[in-house]
């Protein structure tokens, strides 16, 4: 099987030219000008066409159970709508329950994915309870090619974990050279004032950022640099969504804390007047840490053209409009929390980003593909173009116009957040390891391709 991607303009995290790309089996093998094609070819013309590598998204949530039901995406669904949308590899969060141990989550997140993902997957582990088992089954994990680990400073008597258990999964993951992606946000003071905002009343979805308001996740933040600080674990702070919370985490950068930086998509374009809509239209927006003040977006995208912030995700947990999220209609707490974006991150990072001068075609790279996989160690495997690396390319079309919408979305979930927002851009050919997945919008791929991607620890 081999592929020859003709005259597109490559743009990686630090070049940009025109050149052919030939795919020989999974791998790109070269890059040129003129290349020949192998008798066995598919030609695919990409004049006028950006060529990018696969775009990685770094924090998804398929199949989560939380707040008494599922997010409503499976592997197979979940990365399909990835790949539609240009991204093609995630990483998923294992979240097993206080009452699971850790070798039953990663057991169960295998189950769920394995001969059903269209793309490729890895996993941070989440660690929601640490004890001496815990150890020793995260050890057995890590040398599994688990090479992160989750943390939530959030949801009490759920995944969160207490100080004691924080310290010490922050010395494991220093000594095993494991990263900690870590949920920010305090989570004596959000159950204290969803506490209060109920017995006031408030029981609507403009109190879920009450409730959650920008100060209780900066006291996340400064306290997750703390145990850094003092541990010498290398930390990644998942969904940062206001400038609060990022003068915590530059500071202890400047005190030489090892901290990476997450925003969402969603963060950079809607705002919390999103959740406060009417007739609990509010709760397709609900999501933690809640969507907040507009005037936190021009410091989000200024942080991540800098270099401040290092990737753009998602936090993809899919949760039905109508089944689902009513399950919080009466009380604003229990709102399943997530809102969809999968399939739509590059294409609105590209259009709202690049398109308005925002960020460069380099830095939307960086900021969607290249930076994930060198925190989590896939670099260069994923991330590059360049003769080896696995052939995950994005022939993208700056010429398209379109709307999102629920209607058409591949995604498994009845709204879209985004309806009706017009994208100048998107993947005309996406090939995950040489094997061409996506053409013009939709999935041409095999289901079970996708391949689990062990990885070592790199960050000591
Ligand atoms: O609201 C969110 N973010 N839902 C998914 C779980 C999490 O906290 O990441
Ligand atoms: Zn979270
Ligand atoms: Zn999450």
Redesign the pocket.
């Known amino acids: 099987m081999s592929l020859l991607i003709r005259n597109g303009e490559i743009v990686t995290a630090t070049e940009r030219h025109v050149a052919d790309i030939l795919v020989v089996g999974e791998t790109i093998s070269a890059i040129g000008q003129n290349l020949a094609p192998p008798a066995d070819a598919e030609v695919i013309d990409a004049t006028g066409k950006y060529v990018f590598p696969g775009f990685i998204d770094p924090h998804t949530?398929i199949y989560?159970p939380?707040m008494g039901t599922y997010s409503k995406d499976t592997y197979t669904t979940g990365t399909r709508a990835a790949l539609v949308g240009g991204t093609t590899t995630i990483f998923d969060?294992i979240c097993p329950s206080r009452a699971m141990s850790a070798k039953e989550g990663f057991e169960t997140w295998n189950a769920q994915s394995a001969g059903k993902a269209c793309c490729d997957y890895s996993y941070h582990m989440g660690v929601t309870r640490f004890d001496a088992d815990a150890a020793a089954q995260l050890r057995a994990i890590v040398a599994a090619g688990v090479s992160s680990f989750k943390i939530?400073l959030?949801?009490k008597g759920a995944f969160g974990i207490d100080d004691t258990e924080l310290y010490a999964a922050l010395k494991l993951a220093k000594e095993l050279g494991v990263i900690v992606a870590a949920?920010c946000e305090n989570e004596t003071l959000v159950a204290e004032r969803q506490k209060e905002l109920l017995a006031a009343g408030h029981t609507g979805t403009a109190s879920h950022h009450e409730s959650r308001p920008p100060l209780v996740e900066a006291e996340g933040v400064h306290h997750l640099m703390t145990f850094a600080e003092l541990t010498g674990a290398s930390v990644y702070i998942?969904?940062l969504s206001c400038e609060e919370a990022l003068r915590h985490a530059v500071e202890a950068r400047l005190r030489g804390v090892d901290v990476a930086i997450e925003t969402l998509i969603q963060y950079l374009l809607i705002d919390k007047t999103y959740a406060e809509r009417p007739d609990f239209e509010g709760a397709k927006f609900v999501?933690?840490p809640p969507l907040r003040d507009a005037k936190n977006q021009p410091s989000l995208w200024n942080a991540l053209r800098t270099g401040l912030i290092q990737t753009v995700a998602t936090?993809h947990?899919p949760f039905d409009f109508k089944g689902q999220k009513p399950m919080g209609a009466a009380d604003f707490t229990k709102i399943p929390?997530?809102i969809p974006a999968l399939e739509d991150r590059v294409n609105l990072l590209y259009t709202y980003g690049v398109k308005t001068g925002r960020l460069d075609l380099h830095t939307f790279v960086n900021v969607a593909s290249t930076q994930a996989a060198k925190l989590f160690g896939l670099f260069p495997k994923k991330g590059a173009i360049q003769p080896g690396s696995d052939a995950d390319l994005v022939i993208y079309d700056p010429s398209y116009r379109g709307k999102i919408s629920a209607a058409t979305q591949v995604m498994n979930v009845d709204y879209s957040a985004f309806e009706g927002w017009p994208i100048e851009g998107r993947p005309s050919v996406v090939t995950v390891r040489g094997e061409v997945a996506v053409r013009d919008g939709k999935f041409v791929g095999t289901v079970g391709r996708g391949r689990f991607l062990a990885r070592t620890p790199n960050h000591f």
């Open positions: 949530h989560l939380f969060m939530f959030a949801y949920h998942v969904h999501m933690s936090d947990a929390n997530g």
